[in-house]
């Protein structure tokens, strides 16, 4: 018998990835509180997980360049991309139906860890300045569930051998921890104005608004809190509905996807349950980085997820 704090297996249900965004959630914690107090911001460490390395380049170099990150009005997506279409609009209705259903573990600790095992490849550059896409792999994350607690990440392939992560503090706006996803608007209306409010990252605003999407997906969210997510997601122009898309795990679904300076973001569920496996990055024309149009620059897929008593313990 499963305890409370037990998932769904991967067969019964999505696995939001735990990939993403540890180094640009410490450089945008360091930039949010530098414009509280008006100092600038500290420069970011040279690794840290969970950011798809594809996208820590630009986020450091507009920091570098700026001290800060802001969004352009428009940054590398097309400024007339319309709305979307009436077939996305009712995936995205299905998907929030879903995520509006979903089951979450009863009791959680404050002091408690969700622990998310996933399978990803994602695009990096080396000491020597060259992109390359790196080898699949199993990547842990123990992530807090009130962000005040020491997290632990296992990825040797990034550097990261039960790497210790204490807890940037005190949290601010925009963090991803359960206790602070549990504070969201449940209305599409707000979750939209939300999105738009706190996303960051130096592309247009539209663009930092999906990719904050995709960074919610991978965490636990509540269940109206996610309803409310897909269908402010709805109303982010550009956003489109590809029918056949697999994870890294050889899943396949279907995509919400998003295309910004080069490549496509997606965001992959389940075709009949409609709940989320995985995301993958595309590149739709040939990229600077010197990958051809077609190439996959990025693949996720989550594994393994559960609400666990200590960081760095397995299920």
Known sequence: MKSETDFPSPSERD??????????????TEIRQSEETGVSA????????????ALVAGAAAAAVAAGLLVASPFGGEAAQAGPPSKETVAMLKDISAAAGKRDVPKGIRDDQFVYIKTKESYMSSGSDEKSRITPPHLREWWQSVDGKHTEVIHDP????DNERMPPDLPLVEGDKHYRSLQKLP????NMRDWLYRVASGGEGDDQNAFVLVGDLCGGLMPPEQGAALFLAASKIPGVEVIDDVADAAGRHGVAIARENDGERQ?????????EFLGERQVAVEDLPTGFEKGTVTGHSAVLER???????VRP
């Open 15 to 28: 696995l939001p990835p735990g990939r993403h965004l540890l180094l640009k959630e410490h450089l945008m």
């Open 42 to 53: 500290a420069p970011a460490p040279r690794r840290r997980p969970w950011l798809r390395p």
């Open 157 to 160: 392939v990034d550097g990261f």
């Open 186 to 189: 449940t209305d599409a209306v």
């Open 266 to 274: 997606e965001l992959i569920f389940d075709k009949e349950t409609k």
């Open 306 to 312: 559960k609400v666990v008593d200590k960081a760095g």
